[in-house]
């Protein structure tokens, strides 16, 4: 690899790792934050849902930029969009004003996922791409090792989390990021001069794949998956700060940790058991994580909450990875990308803004003087999660020859 090859590597990996930690490091610890601001009821869901409003913006976003400016100049404003909202974001008292910048940050924040993988793969040879984005893992494991250092070293020991330092922390690291995004090499409009489609950008014209009764049933299985995984993901920090952990960022990352290796069992698994009971696999893990849960509060043993965590790499790259395989595998060639699009607005737009409304309601329904009884809710999202599991057993049918193959990461989303 000459020079110029390795100086445009480090400079994408760079992109990738601050692009993901901007957000993971206030994102993860937010839902503790918004109890300690007393945030509850619809403001607190409705907060708590600006990613999948954000998710279901972005591809309108990237339509319009996709034509007419450079990706990395558009990557550019928005991070600079992003420092200003996170910052002010931050400051903010009022749960209304909470909310209305958090979501204008999440409009500028989410197309920059997939603006990072057009920059990335016109730069670089796409079938080494996976080499770049990886960084974008460890850029959101980092914000982690970010929190423990911040703990110790600026803050007397004392923890970050539940405090609007994380804000702070993604807006200096969106500033960065936008400063080092003027050094990225020129990536030309992509879709210049062609007709923008709002159907599809949406990915609506994979719709008719909803025609073949398993694809049917396997979107509302994962929109419906969404409910339980929307609690980890974005009220795990609630639960962990009411269990007394101090470091929360760090302790959740351990899941994040742990999906980097495993993420390369994928094809493994794929090739050995198929697409249908690799994502059996996924979902068996996620009813093991409230079955964990439950029991950490019943037994009073810590060492459960750590098997709930852990297993977040199976979770993720069993189930929603291998869920991309599938419709990567599914959908003919020229529906490919408007299949992957419909799968990441049912699952990261429509199921993740519904299962925030209802595990927010779910929680507030079982807490009672500021403070919540976790029992009910993780037995009832134990128990979703379970049917869910037999669903997929039983409707769900591996009807593809073969899904070894990893899917295009142009859709792929960290969680």
């Given amino acids: 690899m000459d020079k110029a090859s390795t100086g445009i590597r480090i400079r994408l990996s760079v992109m990738m790792f601050l692009q993901y930690m901007m957000f993971a490091v206030w994102w993860m610890p937010l839902a503790a934050y918004l109890v300690n601001m007393e945030v509850e009821g619809a403001y607190k869901a409705w907060i708590l849902s600006v990613m999948p409003l954000g998710c279901m913006v972005a591809p309108l976003f990237c339509m319009v930029a996709d034509r007419h400016f450079a990706s990395q100049k558009v990557l550019t404003v928005l991070n600079f969009a992003c420092a200003v909202l996170f910052f002010i974001g931050a400051r903010q008292t009022s749960q209304a004003a909470m909310f209305i910048v958090l979501l204008l940050a999440m409009f500028c924040y989410m197309p920059t996922w997939s603006l990072t993988n057009a920059i990335a793969m016109s730069n670089f ?126 302790t959740m990352n351990l899941g994040q940790f742990v999906e980097i290796f495993l993420m390369l069992l994928i094809p493994l698994a794929l090739s050995r058991f198929g697409v249908k009971w690799t994502m059996v696999m996924g979902l068996g893990a996620l009813v093991i994580r409230y079955v964990a849960l439950w029991g950490g509060i019943a037994a009073s043993q810590t060492f459960l909450y750590y098997i709930a965590i852990l297993v977040h790499g199976i979770i993720f790259g069993f189930f929603f990875v291998g869920g991309q395989v599938y419709v990567d595998k599914k959908a003919p060639p020229e529906l490919r990308a408007q299949a992957q699009g419909l799968i990441v607005l049912a699952c990261y737009g429509v199921g993740m803004l519904f299962g925030t409304f209802i595990n927010v309601e779910l929680i507030e329904r079982y807490t009672t003087d500021g403070v919540c009884n976790w029992n009910p809710v993780f037995v009832i999202i134990a128990v979703v999660s379970a049917v869910l599991l037999v669903a997929l057993i039983a409707f769900f049918r591996n009807d593809i020859k073969q899904a070894s193959e990893p899917v295009s990461t142009d859709q792929e989303l960290q969680t």
């Fill in 125 to 250: 040879p796409s079938d080494k791409f996976p080499q770049i984005r990886v960084f974008g893992s460890i850029g959101w494991v980092a914000s982690a090792v970010f929190s423990l250092i911040a703990a110790t070293s600026l803050f007397g020991g004392k923890s970050i989390d539940g405090t609007a330092i994380p804000l702070y922390c993604g807006a200096g690291t969106a500033l960065i990021a936008a400063i080092l995004n003027l050094t990225l090499p020129n990536t030309p409009p992509p879709a210049k001069g062609k007709e923008a489609s709002i159907v599809d950008a949406l990915g609506l014209r994979a719709m008719t794949l909803l025609k073949d009764r398993n694809f049917a049933i396997f979107i509302l299985i994962s929109m419906l998956v969404m409910i339980p995984f929307t609690l980890y993901f974005s009220l795990g920090s609630q639960f962990f700060e009411s269990q007394g952990f101090k470091q929360i960022t760090a």
